[in-house]
């Protein structure tokens, strides 16, 4: 009977022991929100979340068009890589948490350092944003009656693009590109503007994105 007694005391015991290690193993989910200077969503990010002795341990990421990505992690000290082309790169030291997270990472213009090599095939053939074979090679400028348009002559596949009076491109929203012939807004006529295309799509969950060159296009009498 003592013997009996013993086992069903250690059970329950046993019971919460296996509770908590489950608990340790599937703590939380971790995730960035990744945005530029102007506090605007990054897409296309590249992201490694893991240890200090494998940064890429639990995944390795574009993110998503909101500029997040949320994984599941243990209860462990994380290390966490951001890294996009034309920003400087960001390493965090995140400590263990049992409880939901999502942090905001603010990417800058500056060195490259850091860097994360996402998961896809594009990322780790050493491809970026500003390659993947999208380049503008010359733009044409046509007129009607109504509009005044830019045709670029492009190498690749473009969805995308953006004009603004500024070499950098300050504030210039990615506008839907339905064919060749992009038609210029009245306030950017006349003078100088500058152009960019670029390649955004969705693969397997994630986000692939390859900018073009900038070129000035000459709109000076229109």
Not at 63 to 78: E, F, N, Y
Not at 84 to 113: M, W, Y
Not at 116 to 123: D, E, I, P
Not at 205 to 217: I, R
Request: include cysteine; proline fraction near 5%.
């Amino acid at each position: 009977m003592k013997i009996l007694s013993r086992k069903l005391i250690l059970l329950p015991l046993l019971t919460i022991v296996l509770g908590l290690a489950s608990v340790n193993a599937h703590a939380a989910k971790f995730g960035v929100r990744v945005v530029g200077a102007d506090g605007l969503p990054v897409a296309g990010a590249a992201v490694c979340i893991g240890t200090a002795g494998d940064y890429k341990q639990f995944g390795a990421f574009f993110t998503s068009i909101d500029g997040d990505v949320i994984v599941d992690v243990p209860a462990v000290p994380l290390v966490v890589t951001v890294s996009k082309s034309r920003f400087s790169g960001v390493r965090l030291n995140e400590p263990a948490r049992r409880f939901n997270l999502v942090k905001t990472i603010q990417l800058h213009d500056g060195v490259p350092g850091p860097r994360c090599r996402a998961g896809s095939s594009l990322a780790d053939a050493g491809s970026s944003s500003d390659s993947q074979g999208l380049e503008i090679a010359s733009v044409s400028v046509s007129e009607s009656a109504f509009n005044v348009a830019v045709v670029p002559s492009i190498s690749g596949d473009a969805n995308s693009y953006r004009m603004s009076r500024s070499k950098s491109m300050d504030n210039a929203q990615w506008q839907n590109m339905s064919s060749r012939s992009i038609m210029v807004e009245p306030g950017l006529l006349g003078g100088t503007v500058y152009l960019q295309v670029r390649r955004y799509r969705a693969v397997e969950g994630a986000t692939l994105e390859a900018q073009s060159n900038v070129v000035p296009v000459n709109l000076a009498g229109y």
